[in-house]
């Protein structure tokens, strides 16, 4: 596989999409290096398909320039086809067939060398974490399990650019977990480059090299996940007091973001990070301070829409 670091995987200009007089991207520039993971961040309905849909050439864009590993999205679609994988939403697996069954149909369909079929799947199964399941037919599979072997007959046609539109919506904590194991490992181990589309900031936190927030058809901020973080703040700690003369001593001395007397509840400003939390016991303990609760917020997306554009997140409605 060829690894051209540092060049554009995928480079868009002034992209523009509108259903009617629905504008759902108003004029969108990215540029994503190749071996790199990009997360595209935003609520329901706020344009992240499309933006998928119009790179892997599944639905033409009204303006804007576009070349995705190279190749020209509009004038080349086959080139662009022949380089890139897609995972959606909506699954390519066949309920009826096996794991393994709807693997080699996939190297079927990828016209691989009749030899190396098997060993194909064999890989992407063990590589997948599948083997288990490799001979049972794949409507048993859990969710995590069928986003994994769709992501597999994804892999079968060596996708340079892999598109993943919502890779862990709906998946539980450890299916989510197992899933970023395995995008990141595609990208180190084989230097794929990676779009993925996203509503936690969590995820994108962790896969990302990059992040861009989509809101009202316009990217509203780009950057590294810690660039980010920094400008969206919203980390803090909530502690929840057992007697009044504490609380009273806490909010005096503490650095407090807000304060809620009724519950004696405070929040400190905190990115949850060990250290700042062992500062802040061993300051309760050192003043023995009993707190009856504490809680560690972490930024989330709806911090990072108030942050950005002053409101919370809720399903976008384009601009017009
Ligand atoms: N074929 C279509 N005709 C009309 N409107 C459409 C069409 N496809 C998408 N839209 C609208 O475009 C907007 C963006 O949709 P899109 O699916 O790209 O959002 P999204 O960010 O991927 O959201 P979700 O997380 O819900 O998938 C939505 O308002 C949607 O209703």
Known sequence: MTIDLGRPAVAATA?????????????????????????LLGPNGAGKTTV???????????????????HDVVRDPDAVRAAIGVTGQ???????????????????????????????AADLLA??????????????????????????????????VIFLDEPTTGLD??????????????????????????????EADRLADRIAVLHRGKLVAEGSPEELKRQVGGGHVTLRFADPRGYDHAARTL????????????????????????????????????VDELQVHTPDLDDVFFALTGNPVTEQEPAR
Request: net charge neutral; aromatic share 4%.
């Open 15 to 39: 992209v523009r999409k509108a259903y009617g007089d629905h504008v759902v991207l108003d004029g969108i520039d990215l540029d994503i290096p190749a071996g790199s993971v990009f997360a």
């Open 52 to 70: 998928v849909q119009i790179l892997s050439t599944l639905i033409r864009a009204d303006a804007g320039e576009m070349r995705v590993a190279g």
């Open 90 to 120: 909506f699954s390519a697996v066949d309920g009826f067939l096996t794991g393994e069954e709807n693997l080699l149909l996939m190297a079927d369909l990828n016209r691989l060398p009749r030899k190396e079929r098997r060993q194909s």
């Open 127 to 160: 590589r997948l974490d599948l083997m288990d399941a490799a001979r049972k037919p794949a409507a048993t599979y859990s969710g995590g399990m069928r986003r994994r072997l769709d992501l597999a007959m994804t892999l079968v046609g060596r996708p340079r």
């Open 173 to 202: 904590p450890r299916s989510r977990r197992t899933m970023w194991e395995i995008i990141r490992g595609l990208v180190n181990d084989e230097g794929v480059t990676i779009l993925l589309t996203t509503q936690y900031l969590e």
């Open 255 to 290: 650095d407090v973001v807000s304060r809620n007397d009724e519950a004696r509840t405070l929040q400190i400003p905190s990115q949850g990070d060990v250290r700042s939390l062992r500062a802040l016991l061993d300051w309760l303990d050192h003043t023995s301070l009993t």
